[in-house]
C-alpha cells in the first residue's frame, strides 16, 4: 500500500480530504506505465468501484476521485490497473 499526493482544482496540495471536500486529483508517481491506467475507487461499504481513466502527464498518472466518495466519512481505496 502506498500513500498518494491529493492536489484540490486550484493544484494546491491537500494534506487531508474532508466530507465537504470536491474536485480532488490524486497524481501518481513512480508507477512505470507504458498505457494510461484506469484507476478504481472505493471505500469498505462499496459493492462496486467506479472506474475513473487517468491522464499521464509529465510522468505522473492524474485522476479525478469520484465526490461521491468524498461524501462518505471512510477511507477512499484506489487500485491501479
Known amino acids: 500500500m502506498s500513500t498518494i499526493r491529493c492536489y484540490d482544482s486550484d493544484g494546491s496540495i491537500i494534506d487531508e ?31 462496486t468501484a467506479i472506474v475513473v481513466s487517468g491522464e499521464k502527464q509529465n ?3 492524474t485522476a479525478n476521485i469520484p465526490n461521491v466518495l468524498l461524501q462518505e466519512p471512510e477511507t477512499i481505496i484506489i487500485f491501479i490497473c
Open 17 to 47: 480530504l474532508y466530507q465537504w471536500s470536491s474536485n480532488v486529483k490524486v497524481r501518481i508517481s513512480g508507477i512505470d506505465l507504458t498505457d494510461v491506467a484506469s484507476l478504481h475507487f472505493c471505500n469498505r461499504h462499496s459493492k
Open 59 to 61: 510522468g505522473m498518472i
